[in-house]
DNA sequence: GCATATTTTAAACAATCATTTAAAATAAGC
DNA sequence: GCTTATTTTAAATGATTGTTTAAAATATGC
């Protein structure tokens, strides 16, 4: 049965999602995840045909998994403010959970960053998704007519105070001054970052009425 | 004399500084530096005894020549908004600069997303340093007391939004649906950070009276 | 239970990496 | 101008990389 190659495939997954988070694709070679995942160092090849292909299916597996566990889309009898709320409570949960979620955002904060060949697309495609539905967001709750600059950059000072949480690595975690944003603390951080970017938003509604 | 060693030298530590910003640390080899500087393959270990001195020679050059070319200290003689305003102008004009010290905060960029071993303690100090600056310029506007868990909060809402402009790589540009931005934004983008980010300091003031 | 297909294994592969070596080239001191 | 010190060069080193190979082990179909 496929049983037996489906256990190794997806402790290949498993082990490779953790270590590309944490060292990054390069500072990871395919022996250690083998190792990790107690499998032949040929099973990467067999089963994904390269290290590259591999990383392409790490990052779908986590971003199916982030999308599965964290849905973006609120409920429809909101108002526009609760929206905007419940949109950053979710997209905090996925960049700080601890488990296979918080792998994706944390590889999208590194590709950001440093983007390996291929995938740099699949990211941006999946970025610009976020940004639009905070785009529209913000139309909402400015209900007034704006800008595409002024919408453009208040969005990037929104998607900025939430990707960048995912930067907090396990790796500099050891000589950190502050004390890293954890996931416990994601219903008051959301909490912050709403009010902190609502009364930026509302700041820029003087000038259009 | 000394002239050839000390051209080689710069050379290496100009092309290195190029090359670590668009490629990454592990990224790049030290061949592929010295082809770029048209200097011979131990040329870097002859100057630098390794790879990773090298790349801390580059992140201390870099640095340097961000301190002096834009000074994060503003005058005295104005008044905390203002102040506030010039901290992120000469902030962004460093992340965005296209010469050698733009470089340096999109290495900071990179090590916040996946930190080399030796140079993260830097990197992080250097931070440190631009949080507290950060953290004094709120509570000069702020005027109230005002506890520390929200002061904390308010500081990465704002290092978030600028450091995170150091995160459009090359590498990405040419699949970017979004234009980046662009040094000549720069007075309208730190215009657009400061108006945004004082409207969310001044929503915490209404609690504190 | 035997023949076939699938998966795992150990070994070897070629390429690339940072670094070292020792000789050659160039500069400096006097 | 000759000796000494410094810098550059080309070649080799050993380690590590991702990938391939072919045999061994295991499962599947009937």
């Known amino acids: 049965m496929t049983d037996r190659k489906n256990r190794t495939r997806q402790n290949l997954l498993d ?46 597996y986590t971003y199916d998994q982030a999308n599965t566990l964290y849905p973006l889309d609120a409920g429809e009898k909101m108002s526009s403010e609760e929206k905007f709320y419940c949109f950053i409570l979710a997209f905090l949960k996925r960049i700080l959970s601890t488990s296979m979620t918080g792998n994706f955002y944390k590889l999208v904060a590194k590709e950001m960053a440093e983007p390996t060949r291929e995938s740099g697309t699949l990211i941006n495609e999946i970025i610009s998704a976020k940004r639009a539905k905070i785009e529209k967001l913000i139309r909402d709750i400015h209900d007034e007519d704006i800008d595409e600059e002024t919408v453009v950059r208040m969005t990037h000072s929104i998607v900025s105070q939430c990707l960048f949480l995912g930067l907090n690595e396990k790796g500099r975690r050891h000589h950190l001054k502050r004390k890293p944003v954890r996931f416990e603390d994601v219903e008051s951080f959301a909490r912050h970052i709403t009010d902190f970017s609502l009364a930026g938003i509302k700041y820029y509604r003087k000038f259009t009425l």
Chains 1, 2 share one sequence.
Do not use: M, P, Q
Request: some cysteine; proline content about 0%.
């Open 15 to 60: 082990s490779a999602a953790v270590l590309f988070t944490e060292k990054g694709y390069a500072g990871t070679s395919v022996a250690e995840i083998c190792d990790s995942a107690r499998a032949n160092i040929a099973s990467v090849n067999y089963h994904f045909g390269s290290k590259e292909a591999l990383y392409r299916s790490v990052i779908g």
